[in-house]
């Protein structure tokens, strides 16, 4: 008897522990729910082409996109954010968003049809609503360092 209880104490006590932990300290951290790496890089890809091709804001792309190698740049620094920002290894080296667009006068709506543009990417690769919800709540914050025009 000493020993089953010794042992449903220890069991108890193990589970009482996993238990009282938040819920978001027992699952996988963002950036292995959306694939990894490899997987945010597919994304940034489709995201990036959807820009292009979108009339309502891809004039702020049009230089990067003109530039082969300031285009691998600008990919490159977008999925180490979208990685950094999810709980993975990589480390973000740009510009903080405000700098970044500063004047550039962006508008709510422009920001607007970037996110679209972001939903359409995800969207497209089946990310999970809860997954996409994190991301994009993560991300969601920026707007008032991009948005600098009504």
């Excluded at 006590?13 to 300290?25: D, E, I, K, T, Y």
């Excluded at 620094?77 to 970044?100: F, R």
């Excluded at 996409?132 to 969601?140: H, N, R, V």
Aim: include cysteine.
């Amino acid at each position: 008897m000493r020993t089953i209880l010794k042992n449903f104490c220890g069991f108890g006590m193990a589970a009482l522990m996993v238990l009282s932990m938040p819920a978001f300290a027992q699952q996988k951290a963002l950036y292995e729910r959306l694939g990894g790496k490899g997987a945010i890089t597919a994304v940034v890809d489709e995201f990036v082409a959807r820009v292009a091709a979108d009339a309502k804001i891809n004039r702020y792309f049009a230089a990067a996109a003109g530039d082969p190698a300031r285009l691998a740049s600008f990919k490159g620094k977008l999925v180490d954010q979208i990685c950094a920002a999810s709980g993975g290894p990589c480390t973000y080296a740009g510009k903080n968003m405000k700098d970044a667009h500063a004047g550039m006068g962006i508008t709510g709506a422009e920001f607007d049809a970037l996110v679209g543009d972001l939903v359409g990417a995800l969207d497209k690769f089946k990310v999970p609503e809860k997954e996409k919800g994190e991301l994009l709540g993560g991300l969601g914050p920026m707007k008032t360092d991009i948005v600098t025009r009504k």
